[in-house]
């Protein structure tokens, strides 16, 4: 509505009622009549004008200010709240207005006319221009909680070089510390965990390793047939070696016997094609390994007690001849001497005699306990060529990373350069072994095996107290830590399971690289034991 046409607003005195108008003032020039004078019209065409041209009618401006006057007089106070009111009405109508033309975006011409018409004409009220729609994020991340408990202090112990570690909750995923966790690093013996993934996937957790005999290609011939099993013992029955319920040598010899039928073995021919390649990784070092520490054997397809010296000790010097040592307890058993030859098997023989491994489960439960390296040697070979890779150390990656992949992990950046972990070639993040872990802990794809394998922080295996971990203030984390640990020239480390004080369980890997010492490990524990007491409130910063 015009102001004009607004109803009565119920104020007393001579105010016109809701039939009439209330006549709009006209401000007269510099030169009109003043006092109710009558004015000649320029624009006749208007309702003033016509109004104007009426010289014998009372002058309504005149009417109506005296209305108004008298009114006021009456009224004084209704009039000046009708007054402000009115002011009120008249500002906001004009802000109103202001704000619609400045936002609008039509242009002069779509502006109304100023020019004169026969009558008045409604002004068009004007259009609000909507607010424009502010974009919003499709995803929007949620907050992340406020963590308070550090071990960035812990992490910055010079005893642990350069640093590769990342800790994650295993329930939700979430990263809750990294140092360089994305870097791929020389794992050492934490690469035991990979092949145990591996050979559990490739080989499956049943299989189980033969070592055969089949009849030769001449008369009496026999031929014994390396299957890889690095655990065939040379001890007589009711005696075990280092590798509980490993198969006999002594039996396999006794089969043979018995399926010649009286028939006397004329010569042996000893086929360990298998395994192909050089017998030692050239990176390993052999003098320490081998001789010193009496950790690994030459990688062949046979051998008897992982080729020790000693079949009951855990490390004991190994030989340069484990196929010789093998086929000699083999003769010894057979009773005979007759001459020995190397060879493969005729195509299609039938084995005359067998005798198997413990199952993949038992070879990685032993291994991952006493971190065995002659054992994941086996496997990740045996895994290679089942894969179609290969059958040598160079073929490793390829059939080791085959066997990872139907984990779902990213498996970029890892690089295999032996079962066992001793090359310092090897390459791996600490990114990958925190999300395998969750599944070992969650025992995916029958990897509670790797799980049961664990050492145990202060208690068991490499993570004894006897091996000097976890001891002192750092026992606090004692039987909350299942981890893998590993060692080699340029590097310490650790990587597992935390059950953490808060019970969040926590996966981590821990890596000290460069020339680092042995105090290096007693820096792993304090860092992870600060972690098993942050728990999930740990921080990042």
């Given at each position: 509505m015009r102001e004009s046409d607004q109803p009565d607003s119920g104020l007393p005195g001579d105010t016109p009622s809701a039939a009439e108008s209330i006549p709009t003032p006209t401000v007269p020039s510099a030169d009109a009549p003043v006092d109710g004078a009558t004015a000649e019209s320029t624009t006749p065409g208007t309702r003033s004008g016509r109004r104007a041209s009426t010289a014998t009618k009372p002058s309504p401006v005149a009417g109506a200010v005296g209305g108004v006057l008298s009114a006021i007089r009456r009224h004084p106070r209704a009039w000046i709240i009708a007054a402000a009111s009115a002011g009120f009405v008249i500002v906001g109508a004009g802000t109103v207005a202001l704000g619609?033309?400045?936002?609008?975006?039509?242009?002069?011409?779509?502006?109304?006319?100023?020019?004169?018409?026969?009558?008045?004409?409604?002004?068009?009220?004007?259009?609000?221009?909507?607010?424009?729609?502010?974009?919003?994020?499709?995803?929007?991340?949620?907050?992340?909680?406020?963590?308070?408990?550090?071990?960035?202090?812990?992490?910055?112990?010079?005893?642990?070089?350069?640093?590769?570690?990342?800790?994650?909750?295993?329930?939700?995923?979430?990263?809750?510390?990294?140092?360089?966790?994305s870097q791929p690093g020389p794992t050492a013996s934490v690469l035991k965990t990979l092949?145990?993934?591996?050979?559990?996937?490739?080989?499956?957790?049943?299989?189980?390793?033969?070592?055969?005999?089949?009849?030769?290609?001449?008369?009496?011939?026999?031929?014994?047939?390396?299957?890889?099993d690095?655990?065939?013992?040379?001890?007589?029955?009711?005696?075990?070696?280092?590798?509980?319920?490993?198969?006999?040598?002594?039996?396999?010899?006794?089969?043979?016997?018995?399926?010649?039928?009286?028939?006397?073995?004329?010569?042996?021919?000893?086929d360990t094609s298998l395994f192909s390649g050089p017998v030692w990784q050239p990176s390993w070092d052999e003098q320490e390994e081998r001789v010193v520490e009496g950790s690994?054997?030459?990688?062949?397809?046979?051998?008897?007690?992982?080729?020790?010296?000693?079949?009951?000790?855990?490390?004991?010097?190994?030989?340069?001849?484990?196929?010789?040592?093998?086929?000699?307890?083999?003769?010894?058993?057979?009773?005979?001497?007759?001459?020995?030859?190397?060879?493969?098997?005729?195509?299609?023989?039938?084995?005359?005699?067998?005798?198997?491994?413990?199952?993949?489960?038992?070879?990685?439960?032993?291994?991952?306990?006493?971190?065995?390296?002659?054992?994941?040697?086996?496997?990740?070979?045996?895994?290679?060529?089942?894969?179609?890779?290969?059958?040598?150390?160079?073929?490793?990656?390829?059939?080791?990373?085959?066997g990872l992949k139907p984990y779902g992990i990213d498996t970029a950046g890892i690089h295999i350069a032996d079962g066992s972990g001793l090359s310092a070639d090897n390459a791996v993040p600490p990114s990958y072994l925190t999300r395998l872990f969750i599944k070992v802990m969650n025992r995916e794809n029958g990897?509670?095996?790797?799980?049961?394998?664990?050492?145990?922080?202060?208690?068991?295996?490499?993570?004894?107290?006897?091996?000097?971990?976890?001891?002192?203030?750092?026992?606090?984390?004692?039987?909350?830590?299942?981890?893998?640990?590993?060692?080699?020239?340029?590097?310490?480390?650790?990587?597992?399971?935390?059950?953490?004080a808060d019970g969040t369980p926590l996966t981590f890997a821990v890596f000290a690289l460069g020339p680092v010492r042995d105090n290096a490990k007693q820096a792993i524990d304090t860092l992870v034991t600060g972690i098993y007491k942050c728990g999930d409130n740990l921080s990042n910063n």
């Amino acid at each position: 509505m015009r102001e004009s046409d607004q109803p009565d607003s119920g104020l007393p005195g001579d105010t016109p009622s809701a039939a009439e108008s209330i006549p709009t003032p006209t401000v007269p020039s510099a030169d009109a009549p003043v006092d109710g004078a009558t004015a000649e019209s320029t624009t006749p065409g208007t309702r003033s004008g016509r109004r104007a041209s009426t010289a014998t009618k009372p002058s309504p401006v005149a009417g109506a200010v005296g209305g108004v006057l008298s009114a006021i007089r009456r009224h004084p106070r209704a009039w000046i709240i009708a007054a402000a009111s009115a002011g009120f009405v008249i500002v906001g109508a004009g802000t109103v207005a202001l704000g619609a033309t400045v936002g609008s975006s039509a242009s002069a011409e779509g502006l109304p006319s100023a020019s004169p018409s026969a009558t008045t004409t409604k002004t068009p009220v004007p259009t609000k221009t909507a607010a424009p729609v502010r974009p919003v994020p499709a995803n929007v991340t949620p907050a992340s909680r406020m963590r308070t408990c550090s071990v960035a202090g812990l992490a910055q112990d010079s005893r642990l070089g350069n640093l590769e570690a990342q800790v994650v909750n295993a329930k939700t995923g979430e990263v809750l510390f990294d140092r360089n966790g994305s870097q791929p690093g020389p794992t050492a013996s934490v690469l035991k965990t990979l092949t145990s993934a591996a050979a559990l996937q490739v080989l499956g957790p049943d299989y189980r390793v033969s070592t055969t005999v089949v009849k030769g290609s001449a008369p009496g011939q026999i031929v014994l047939v390396g299957g890889g099993d690095v655990t065939l013992s040379r001890l007589p029955s009711g005696q075990e070696s280092f590798y509980g319920g490993a198969p006999k040598i002594e039996d396999l010899a006794n089969q043979a016997k018995q399926a010649m039928g009286g028939q006397p073995i004329t010569s042996i021919v000893v086929d360990t094609s298998l395994f192909s390649g050089p017998v030692w990784q050239p990176s390993w070092d052999e003098q320490e390994e081998r001789v010193v520490e009496g950790s690994t054997s030459y990688i062949t397809a046979l051998q008897v007690d992982g080729d020790r010296d000693n079949p009951t000790a855990l490390e004991s010097p190994r030989s340069t001849d484990p196929v010789g040592r093998a086929v000699q307890y083999f003769q010894q058993y057979l009773g005979t001497n007759v001459p020995v030859s190397e060879g493969t098997a005729p195509a299609g023989a039938q084995p005359i005699a067998s005798v198997q491994s413990q199952p993949v489960t038992s070879l990685i439960d032993l291994a991952m306990k006493v971190s065995d390296n002659t054992i994941m040697e086996e496997l990740a070979r045996l895994v290679s060529i089942k894969t179609g890779a290969g059958n040598t150390f160079e073929a490793e990656n390829a059939g080791v990373v085959a066997g990872l992949k139907p984990y779902g992990i990213d498996t970029a950046g890892i690089h295999i350069a032996d079962g066992s972990g001793l090359s310092a070639d090897n390459a791996v993040p600490p990114s990958y072994l925190t999300r395998l872990f969750i599944k070992v802990m969650n025992r995916e794809n029958g990897l509670g095996v790797v799980y049961d394998g664990l050492p145990v922080s202060g208690q068991s295996g490499t993570l004894a107290s006897s091996y000097g971990r976890f001891t002192g203030a750092n026992s606090a984390a004692r039987g909350a830590v299942h981890a893998k640990t590993g060692w080699i020239d340029n590097g310490y480390t650790l990587s597992g399971i935390v059950d953490s004080a808060d019970g969040t369980p926590l996966t981590f890997a821990v890596f000290a690289l460069g020339p680092v010492r042995d105090n290096a490990k007693q820096a792993i524990d304090t860092l992870v034991t600060g972690i098993y007491k942050c728990g999930d409130n740990l921080s990042n910063n």
